[in-house]
């Protein structure tokens, strides 16, 4: 019987060429198995929350209040919050954006753009204190109603706060996108610069403009640490934008925490929902990226 | 001949690098002239003097002055001054977003024109004259983007034409195309300047031998020579010329 010269197709050699080919396929399985590694922890996430969260969910789950065993409110008022949020922080954040790519080449721009950057990394809880005692403020100086402290108005002041920055960013970059040569060709036909830029760059980044503010609220919606010093959260539905509204993150915060084996049921089922909600939202942003027109001007 | 353009005592910069010096020189109307030398020596920053490209670049600045029909272009608005003198560029750059028609159409609707009898009359015009109507009209409703790179540069050109302008530079529009469709764009050049006041940037010297009426020669920012294209080629009056389109450096 002969000696095998190849195992699984690789010789059995100790030349360069050899060598060559096992680290190959050394780093390869090495990749793969990383792969997994970072794997685990989300389809992890994502079996736990269906197989518990499946369980909890019943046909009063999204139409009855905390306060009864359903998570009506908390939907109810992460909509309310994030429809708020996205009011104030889409415009604004967009406008930014748009400055500083069309107008944001001087110090001004790179001051304004090294704030923003220094914003988006501030720590979410940071943001939550900042809006309680800027709303306490105004109210103990009698501006505003200290009712407000806890409420939808100074929840949707947080998540603003944590929303603009990142709009006007993920703006900036998609605005980015579109080639100088495009908008030249623009202002070479004679176009005035702020039609170019509202007619023509703003339509080729949209489907990233879009994505971006798709995050946006993504990001905010699963936002918990500044909501329980501003929002607050509450057992029962919508009652004005001076009361304290309840959101997902918040149940599941405070029902994870509870004693009752029920709440923690519950606390699965909001995390089951918030998970579906994100992925929707993931899933529609990058179907927009796969529109006919894509971005960044023309192919060679 | 006329002069349509004339620069006169041209100087540009990008920050503190001087790109283009003190040059003086005509584009004759109805006529086509061109602009040779090296890569480098500021042909593209001269012709993006003219329809006031060149201050869109940061820190670009200029002195001296570009004469349309005897007119300052620096003492009016660079919006209406870009009405009067088009611009095709380097490498095709259609609006992504647009369909073959409304890239035609964009400089009047985004113009303000909304008669939709007058933007089909002039697409269809365009896309004639650029020579590429029989080959889209089909396909207006297709994304500019989705033709070939020459098809791509006529409608570039389509849609300079569009505005009616007076002016049409052309920034060596057939770097990027192979001979076939480099011939078409050079016979539609042919055709354009029965209308038009044509001057385009090249690196091709057969190229500018082929189209132009008269050609200038730029060497490191400056003007050596301009002439009549043939007198340029067979009888060159600088030394620098001459050993430039005998192939010597460059």
């Avoid at chain 1, 789950?61 to 908390?74: E, K, R, V």
């Avoid at chain 1, 997902?248 to 029902?255: A, E, M, Q, R, W």
């Avoid at chain 2, 870009?82 to 409304?102: C, D, H, L, W, Y």
């Avoid at chain 2, 389509?158 to 060596?172: G, H, K, N, S, Y």
Wanted: charged share 20%.
């Amino acid at each position: 019987m002969r000696f095998p010269t190849h195992v699984a197709g690789l010789p059995l050699r100790l030349d360069r060429e050899a060598r060559r080919l096992w680290k190959d396929l050394a780093m390869s399985i090495a990749a793969l198995l990383c792969v997994v590694i970072a794997l685990i922890p989300l389809g992890s996430i994502l079996v736990e929350a269906t197989a518990r969260g499946l369980q909890a969910i019943g046909p009063s789950f999204f139409s009855l209040d905390t306060a009864f065993g359903g998570i009506g409110n908390a939907i109810q008022g992460t909509l309310i919050l994030v429809a708020l949020s996205s009011l104030i922080s889409l415009p604004v954040g967009i406008l930014t954006g748009i400055y500083l790519s069309e107008f944001g080449k001087n110090p001004l721009g790179a001051s304004i753009r090294f704030f923003v950057d220094v914003m988006t990394q501030v720590p979410s809880i940071v943001v939550g204190i900042f809006a309680y005692s800027v709303i306490l403020e105004l109210g103990q100086a009698g501006i505003v109603s200290t009712r407000l402290v806890f409420s939808a108005i100074s929840g949707t002041l947080a998540l603003s706060v944590i929303m603009i920055p990142f709009v006007a960013r993920t703006a900036e970059e998609a605005m980015r996108l579109v080639s100088t040569s495009t908008r030249e060709a623009g202002l070479a036909l004679g176009i005035p610069r702020y039609r170019v830029i509202l007619r023509i760059v703003l339509p080729s980044s949209a489907s990233a403009l879009v994505t971006g503010a798709l995050l946006g609220v993504a990001r905010v919606a699963g936002e918990t640490a500044p909501l329980l010093m501003t929002a607050f959260g509450s057992g029962f539905g919508f009652s004005g934008l001076d009361h304290p509204v309840e959101s997902l993150p918040h149940t599941i915060y405070t029902f994870a925490l509870s004693p009752y084996t029920a709440q923690n049921q519950t606390a699965w089922g909001a995390s089951l929902v918030l998970v579906v909600m994100m992925l929707l939202i993931s899933v529609f942003s990058r179907l927009l990226l796969r529109s006919r027109y894509r971005v960044g001007g023309a192919a060679p | 001949m006329t002069a349509k353009v004339q620069v006169q005592n041209l100087s540009a910069w990008y920050g503190s690098k001087r790109a283009i010096e003190d040059i003086s020189l005509d584009v004759d109307e109805r006529a086509v002239t061109a602009i040779i030398g090296p890569s480098g020596c500021g042909k593209s920053t001269l012709i993006r003097c003219i329809n006031r490209l060149h201050e869109v670049v940061p820190k670009a600045r200029t002195a001296g002055k570009v004469l349309l029909d005897g007119e300052d272009v620096y003492t009016q608005s660079a919006v209406s001054v870009r009405r009067r003198i088009g611009m095709v560029f380097q490498k095709a750059n259609p609006f992504p977003t647009m369909s073959v028609f409304e890239n035609v159409a964009a400089g009047l609707r985004l113009n303000g024109v909304r008669d939709p009898k007058k933007l089909d009359e002039t697409v269809l015009r365009s896309l004639k004259q650029a020579a590429l109507w029989d080959e889209v009209k089909d396909a207006l409703d297709a994304p500019g983007v989705s033709l070939s790179g020459g098809q791509q540069q006529r409608l570039c050109i389509a849609r300079a034409l569009a505005v009616q302008p007076e002016v049409i530079l052309m920034d060596e529009p057939c770097s990027a195309l192979d001979p076939i469709a480099t011939a078409k764009i050079e016979d539609l050049i042919f055709d354009l300047k029965k209308e038009y006041t044509v001057a385009i940037v090249t690196h091709n010297m057969q190229q500018a031998a082929r189209v132009a009426d008269y050609t200038a020669f730029l060497y490191l920012g400056k003007l050596i020579e301009m002439n009549r294209t043939r007198d340029l080629f067979e009888r060159p009056g600088q030394e620098l010329t001459e050993k430039y389109i005998t192939g010597r450096f460059g």
